[in-house]
């Protein structure tokens, strides 16, 4: 009876042994043909993401490719091909902003970032005022003359919907943060230093803008004395109840710190004179400056509003005269200014402008501060302690 039961269990236990066996074989059966599909399955996942990462790099240069091809065209369109003289007709050597292309690669998108403009003294305000209200369609906003005279404050720069702000501004640290702050667009007017001492006295001995309330009550002054003796006070200054005047050092100093600011911040530099002698290529400038499409008819109507006979005859239809606009020739200074004129502004410079020689001819604007007289009348040097 025990020999029986011990056969049946060990029947049992083969039996048992049997089946793990055959499930063991099952398993690993089973588990090698998951470890396959799993296998397939992540070569495949592998390869759908390899093409999918080669499709999307290939769309993405694709895409690339066309938007630097779209750029190039656009860029080749805003931009002049043959450089200028002065360096500065190609945008400084094509490093062109997106701003500037932007409106050609997105029809309808605009530029809405103030306008400021900035201009010394007599050195053709109302013409570059004239050239920016056509082009952008802005009105203009200057300060009234009741704003003073502190053109280093940043308290009247006012940027207002639809306008554009202009003024004779130094570019002083509050004015250059106020600009900055504000993402501006600034341009300055800067013109011949020569030529401009010239206008600002023609200014004071004429008192041109009387007739349009901007008297200066300096006619009568001036003409006690003669012309030479006159530009000389005007260079030098004066103090008295007839005039109170700074001197001529002011818009030296504030035409140097004008270029100083655009080496520090994107700014568009117009030369009264290079405005002048060649209008169709500076107002281009100006325009890709100011993101605004040029069409042939608008160009072709701003060289005729702005000429100095336009100008000159729309005053007069304004308000009876048109005496602001004496002459504009650039280099007229040789027929006014003396041997002693030009080595009084020179002794000036070096005082209130030691840096404006260096900055106009590292600028490409050495046209500013030269003349046709230059080679007699040589820049002042610095003496040095002893004076000699």
């Not at 901007?214 to 003409?223: E, K, R, W």
């Not at 100006?286 to 701003?302: I, K, M, Q, S, W």
């Not at 050495?366 to 003496?383: D, I, K, N, Y």
Request: with cysteine.
């Amino acid at each position: 009876m025990s020999g029986t039961i011990e056969l049946l269990f060990l029947a049992g236990v083969l039996a048992l042994m049997a089946m793990v066996w055959r499930l063991t074989r099952h398993i690993k059966a089973a588990t090698k043909t998951m470890t396959f599909e799993l296998e397939a399955q992540r070569s495949a996942v592998e390869q759908s993401m390899a093409e999918m990462a080669q499709a999307t790099a290939s769309a993405l240069a694709s895409q690339r490719h066309m938007i630097e091809q779209k750029m190039a065209q656009t860029l080749e369109r805003l931009v002049p091909i043959s450089p200028a003289k002065n360096g500065r007709d190609i945008l400084e050597c094509r490093d062109v902003p997106l701003n500037v292309a932007l409106p050609a690669l997105f029809p309808g998108w605009q530029d809405v970032r103030p306008v400021f403009v900035a201009t010394v003294f007599k050195s053709g305000t109302k013409l570059l005022e004239h050239i920016v209200a056509k082009l952008t369609g802005l009105e203009i906003n200057a300060p009234t003359m009741s704003a003073g005279s502190d053109y280093e404050s940043a308290g009247p720069i006012v940027f207002e919907c639809g306008k554009f702000f202009i003024w004779h501004n130094v570019p002083s640290d509050t004015v250059k943060t106020r600009l900055i702050e504000a993402h501006a667009r600034p341009i300055f007017l800067i013109r011949n230093i020569y030529d401009l001492a010239v206008s600002q006295y023609f200014h004071f001995a004429h008192d041109v803008d009387a007739e349009i309330g901007y008297a200066t009550h300096t006619a009568g002054y001036f003409s006690q004395m003669g012309q030479d003796e006159g530009i000389a006070l005007l260079l030098s200054g004066a103090t008295s109840e007839h005039f109170n005047w700074h001197g001529f050092g002011y818009y030296l100093r504030q035409t140097q710190e004008i270029l100083q600011f655009s080496k520090e911040y994107p700014c568009h530099i117009v030369v009264y004179d290079s405005l002048v002698q060649n209008k169709h290529r500076e107002i281009q400038r100006l325009a890709a400056f100011l993101n605004v499409e040029l069409t042939d008819e608008l160009l072709g109507g701003l060289v005729d509003s702005s000429s100095l006979n336009s100008m000159r005859e729309a005053r007069i239809s304004a308000v009876g005269t048109g005496k602001h606009f004496r002459k504009g020739s650039p280099g007229d200074h040789v027929n006014v200014l003396k041997s002693w004129h030009y080595h009084m502004i020179n002794q000036i410079k070096v005082i209130f402008a030691p840096r404006l020689d260096a900055l106009c001819e590292e600028l490409g604007f050495s046209g500013v501060t030269t003349t046709l007289v230059e080679s007699a009348h040589p820049r002042a040097v610095p003496s040095n302690a002893n004076g000699k």
